[in-house]
Each structure stands twice: as C-alpha cells, then as structure tokens.
C-alpha cells in the first residue's frame, strides 16, 4: 500500500508559475498510474492530470493543457506537477492520486490512494 504526501501549494500572483511534488512511501510508485485532482469551493473533484505507470502516457483537462504538465521521479519516489500561466480559476486543493491500474483513467473514484491535499491560491 502506498502512502501519499503532497507539497509546494501556495499563495502565487496570476502567470506565475508553482511546482507540486507528491512524495510516496510504502510501495514504489512504478507500480502505479499516478493523477492530480483538484477541488474548489463550490466546485467537485475535477481531475487535473496524470501519468501511465511506465511514464509513456499522459493526460491532461481541457483547461490546463498546454500549461501545466505532469512528471514522475522513481528514484526520488515522487510524482511531480508543474503549473505555469497560473490563472484565479486554478485556486483549489490539489489532490494526488494512485491506482494499479495500467490504463490511464480520469475519473476520481478509479484511484485507490489520496493524499491530504495541498492548497493553491492564484490572486488576480
């Protein structure tokens, strides 16, 4: 079982840019397709990004593509999301993600592992 930990949310300016890191224990995640979720007030949990098991496949929403871009590092156990062109509407809780399953999937309850969520906020 693996055990998630998010990092790097905070108070940014609109266009700037932030690194998420989220750092896994127990279990290696090369056994894992890993995701970013996010949650906003008002809003529900919108998937945000996330990466096949052998890193060969990603997979973006509609309304960060092009701006934000997931990675992963097995030898630092950590999975990593780059936001760039930062906007107001990417102010939410992301969430980090882990399921077994090969394929890619987007839907939140597909994935298995939750991290406690770290807090992005985007003034204009």
């Known amino acids: 079982q693996v055990q998630l930990v998010e990092s790097g949310g905070r108070l940014v300016q609109a266009v700037d840019s932030l690194r998420l890191s989220c750092s896994a224990s127990?279990?290696?995640?090369?056994?894992?397709?890993m995701a970013w979720f996010r949650h906003a007030p008002g809003k529900g949990r919108e998937f945000v990004a996330a990466i096949r098991r052998d890193s060969l496949m990603t997979e973006y929403a509609d309304s960060v593509k092009g701006r934000f871009s997931i990675s992963r590092d097995t030898a630092e156990n950590t999975v990593y999301l780059q936001m760039n062109s930062l906007k107001p509407e990417d102010t939410a809780v992301y969430y980090c993600a882990a399921n077994t399953a090969f394929i890619l999937v987007t839907r939140w309850d597909e994935y298995d592992y939750w991290g406690q969520g770290t807090q992005v906020t985007v003034s204009s």
């Open positions: 127990g279990r290696t995640i090369r056994y894992y397709a």
